[in-house]
T-cell receptor, first 114, second 110 residues
Framework: DVKVTQSSRYLVKRTGEKVFLECVQDMDHENMFWYRQDPGLGLRLIYFSYDVKMKEKGDIPEGYSVSREKKERFSLILESASTNQTSMYLC?????????????FGPGTRLTVT | DAKTTQPPSMDCAEGRAANLPCNHSTISGNEYVYWYRQIHSQGPQYIIHGLKNNETNEMASLIITEDRKSSTLILPHATLRDTAVYYCIVRVASNYQLIWGAGTKLIIKP
């Protein structure tokens, strides 16, 4: 089974702190994604990466950056956390096969910024 | 990617088949239909996908109409653990992004 793990299930940070969210997948997938999920807004894509050291902005990249130094690991960075970044953060990975493309999600990190 | 329309909520009795509809009337020929579900406090889980033909796996069946404008996800023998929000998504295979709607909240009742 595909396994996507995230470094923390719950995290509490203070406004202005630098926050690192780590995601690791064990299926050698090329693509990795970071989403945030908020009530009434659904899942929104922050950033994704289709290869090591490659990244693309999603729908809401402002206030975030990412790093992908190794194929299995994709990090989301909040340079200076703000209260409006309190949310559930979900990492996903997937491969690009002909005619097929699924994303596999981690359990999520519920981040609270106070 | 085409937009999808799903009912906001549905109930189903435990042990019965749960049939979740999805409308995607603007789907184009190269767009796939994907279904995911999200159980409370967990990340979304891939269920099944299809292009034209009906598909079945160990979790569910996907029925796509001949004109491809709608589809139905069938959970053949629903259990309480199937209570979740179910998302129907339409996308082009070459597009990395999935566009997530509000989904259908399925409640399985004992």
């Amino acid at each position: 089974d595909v396994k996507v793990t995230q470094s923390s299930r719950y995290l509490v940070k203070r406004t202005g702190e630098k926050v690192f969210l780590e995601c690791v997948q064990d299926m050698d997938h090329e693509n990795m994604f970071w989403y945030r999920q908020d009530p009434g807004l659904g899942l929104r894509l922050i950033y994704f990466s289709y290869d090591v050291k490659m990244k693309e902005k999603g729908d809401i990249p402002e206030g975030y950056s990412v790093s992908r130094e190794k194929k299995e690991r994709f990090s989301l960075i909040l340079e200076s956390a703000s209260t409006n970044q309190t949310s559930m953060y979900l990492c996903a990975s997937g491969s690009t096969g002909a005619g097929s493309y699924e994303q596999y999600f981690g359990p999520g990190t519920r981040l609270t910024v106070t | 990617d085409a937009k999808t329309t799903q009912p906001p909520s549905m109930d189903c009795a435990e042990g019965r088949a749960a049939n979740l509809p999805c409308n995607h009337s603007t789907i184009s020929g190269n767009e796939y239909v994907y279904w995911y579900r999200q159980i409370h406090s967990q990340g979304p889980q891939y269920i099944i996908h299809g292009l034209k033909n009906n598909e079945t796996n160990e979790m569910a069946s996907l029925i796509i109409t001949e004109d491809r404008k709608s589809s139905t996800l069938i959970l053949p023998h629903a259990t309480l653990r199937d209570t979740a929000v179910y998302y129907c998504i339409v996308r082009v295979a070459s597009n990395y992004q999935l566009i997530w709607g509000a989904g259908t909240k399925l409640i399985i009742k004992p």
